[in-house]
């Protein structure tokens, strides 16, 4: 059984690229039911603003990272040599690695921000409701969970987190300074979005409205964080009320385009205005940065940002892979104990079975013998089978490599040719 995970990330990719390769989790059922027809086990995908990863179990990782290939390519109608320039495939213990270093939070744009491990559960959980999981898959994410939760109990990656919405809200400190008399539109009612209330509510904004698509929504955040709720087609008149504005709503297209921006400028009289659109897929329209006095950010301009925590995370970073690697190896060796006990039991059946059988041959011709004896004789070849198969068990457990697994089955395993051989043998004696 071989792991292949084929993806794109904030390191691989720029935003116009993972915006246009995103799933929504509403629309990976349609995804994982496609790689089955295409003959998968096993999968898994995780796409967020930052990455959007697939994951497949199958017995040749060639074809199944040709699988998730012909998926995306046809999905999304990009050809394959775009999509080549911008991807990473990794298998087994690449794979096993990334996936664990992804679900501790090591591979995010902002190192060790906690939400990542949640979504690499909604990744499996959304796997198993649509029965792309299997046992392997069970016992390769649980042991992820396992790492992530090892590495921030271990390590001090996680301390004093910094999430995207954290970093937004550091951004906007940065543009206007005290945050106190400004009045921000936060349109969405997500994680990303309630996150990045709970840090402004800090701030102590003078005002914060509320827009999503669906009202109610709108209403239960805004009362969590004492702000007022609109509907979303209040946006137009909003964007004359406000200095900011904070967007992550999850839509497959822009909800904010640059004539709306540009009439409400008018309006404004040019009063600056600002945008963090912090989705993926993008929810403000990327030429709204050229209109005058409205400055745009996306989660790319946050990579920068990002950078200044990066340097004072590194330390706990390198005790953090240390930990990763060290879970690799146990779950390689786990991998490795079920290929070879299958082996381990066939050899220890067959060679106990031909044990038997030339017992049986032996004492049909001492038919004199005292029980006893037999008894003697019996645990004395049982004892030199042992002997004998000891060292190329262990041979196997500890370097249960192909090439090692094909040796053992060839020195120990008897083939049709060799029994025919030595029946004759026996007959002639």
Same mark, same amino acid.
């Given at each position: 059984? &071989?792991?292949?995970?084929?993806?794109?990330?904030?390191?691989?990719?720029?935003?116009?690229?993972?915006?246009?390769?995103?799933?929504?989790?509403?629309?990976?059922?349609?995804?994982?039911?496609?790689?089955?027809? =295409?003959? %998968?086990? =096993?999968?898994?995908?995780?796409?967020?603003?930052?990455?959007?990863?697939?994951?497949?179990?199958?017995?040749?990782?060639?074809?199944?990272?040709?699988?998730?290939?012909?998926?995306?390519?046809?999905?999304?109608?990009?050809?394959?040599?775009?999509?080549?320039?911008?991807?990473?495939?990794?298998?087994?213990?690449?794979?096993?690695?990334?996936?664990?270093?992804?679900?501790?939070?090591?591979?995010?744009?902002?190192?060790?921000?906690?939400?990542?491990?949640?979504?690499?559960?909604?990744?499996?959980?959304?796997?198993?409701?649509?029965?792309?999981?299997?046992?392997? $898959?069970?016992?390769? $994410? &649980?042991?992820?969970?396992?790492?992530?939760?090892?590495?921030?109990?271990?390590?001090?990656?996680?301390?004093?987190?910094?999430?995207?919405?954290?970093?937004?809200?550091?951004?906007?400190?940065?543009?206007?300074?005290?945050?106190?008399?400004?009045?921000?539109?936060?349109?969405?009612?997500?994680?990303?979005? =309630?996150?990045?209330?709970?840090?402004?509510?800090?701030?102590?904004?003078?005002?914060?409205?509320?827009?999503?698509?669906? $009202?109610?929504?709108?209403?239960?955040?805004?009362?969590?964080?004492?702000?007022?709720?609109?509907?979303?087609?209040?946006?137009?008149?909003?964007?004359?009320?406000?200095?900011?504005?904070?967007?992550?709503?999850?839509?497959?297209?822009?909800?904010?385009?640059?004539?709306?921006?540009? &009439?409400?400028?008018?309006?404004?009289?040019?009063?600056?205005? $600002?945008?963090?659109?912090?989705?993926?897929?993008?929810?403000?329209?990327?030429?709204?940065?050229?209109? =005058?006095?409205?400055?745009?950010?996306?989660?790319?301009?946050?990579?920068?940002?990002?950078?200044?925590?990066?340097?004072?995370?590194?330390?706990?970073?390198?005790?953090?892979?240390?930990?990763?690697?060290?879970?690799?190896?146990?779950?390689?060796?786990?991998?490795?104990?079920?290929?070879?006990?299958?082996?381990?039991?066939?050899?220890?059946?067959?060679?106990?079975?031909?044990?038997?059988?030339?017992?049986?041959?032996?004492?049909?011709?001492?038919?004199?013998?005292?029980?006893?004896?037999?008894?003697?004789?019996?645990?004395?070849?049982?004892?030199?089978?042992?002997?004998?198969? &000891?060292?190329?068990?262990?041979? %196997?457990?500890?370097?249960?490599?192909?090439?090692?697994?094909?040796?053992?089955?060839?020195?120990?395993?008897?083939?049709?040719?060799?029994?025919?051989?030595?029946?004759?043998?026996?007959?002639?004696?």
């Amino acid at each position: 059984m &071989h792991l292949t995970v084929l993806g794109l990330n904030h390191n691989t990719a720029p935003l116009d690229v993972r915006e246009k390769i995103f799933i929504p989790e509403d629309q990976q059922a349609d995804v994982l039911k496609k790689l089955r027809a =295409e003959g %998968i086990g =096993e999968a898994a995908i995780i796409s967020t603003c930052n990455r959007t990863e697939i994951y497949v179990s199958g017995p040749d990782a060639e074809e199944a990272e040709s699988a998730i290939t012909r998926t995306l390519v046809e999905r999304f109608a990009v050809d394959r040599k775009s999509l080549h320039d911008y991807t990473y495939a990794l298998t087994n213990e690449e794979a096993y690695k990334h996936l664990f270093i992804v679900a501790s939070g090591l591979d995010s744009m902002v190192v060790g921000e906690p939400q990542i491990l949640g979504q690499v559960k909604d990744a499996y959980r959304t796997a198993v409701t649509h029965r792309s999981s299997g046992p392997f $898959f069970d016992r390769l $994410f &649980h042991r992820a969970f396992q790492v992530a939760k090892r590495v921030r109990t271990e390590t001090r990656i996680g301390y004093n987190p910094v999430s995207i919405s954290g970093m937004a809200v550091e951004l906007a400190r940065k543009i206007f300074g005290d945050l106190e008399q400004k009045k921000i539109l936060v349109l969405g009612a997500g994680e990303m979005c =309630e996150i990045a209330l709970k840090h402004f509510k800090k701030e102590g904004l003078q005002e914060i409205l509320v827009a999503n698509r669906t $009202f109610g929504k709108a209403q239960q955040l805004a009362e969590e964080i004492i702000g007022t709720p609109y509907p979303f087609e209040d946006i137009p008149e909003l964007l004359l009320k406000v200095d900011m504005v904070l967007s992550s709503t999850g839509a497959e297209k822009p909800i904010i385009d640059r004539n709306m921006v540009l &009439h409400a400028m008018k309006k404004r009289k040019n009063r600056p205005l $600002f945008f963090i659109d912090i989705a993926v897929p993008r929810d403000v329209e990327p030429g709204v940065n050229d209109i =005058e006095n409205a400055y745009l950010y996306d989660i790319d301009d946050l990579k920068e940002l990002s950078q200044i925590h990066l340097s004072n995370r590194l330390q706990e970073s390198e005790k953090a892979h240390a930990i990763v690697d060290e879970e690799v190896g146990k779950f390689t060796s786990w991998l490795k104990q079920l290929d070879m006990n299958p082996l381990i039991t066939e050899i220890r059946e067959s060679l106990e079975a031909m044990r038997q059988a030339e017992l049986r041959k032996t004492l049909q011709k001492m038919k004199d013998t005292d029980p006893e004896t037999i008894k003697q004789i019996d645990m004395l070849t049982r004892a030199i089978v042992n002997k004998l198969v &000891h060292p190329h068990i262990m041979m %196997i457990k500890k370097n249960g490599s192909p090439a090692v697994l094909d040796l053992v089955k060839n020195l120990l395993l008897p083939r049709e040719d060799d029994e025919k051989e030595m029946d004759s043998g026996n007959q002639g004696e």
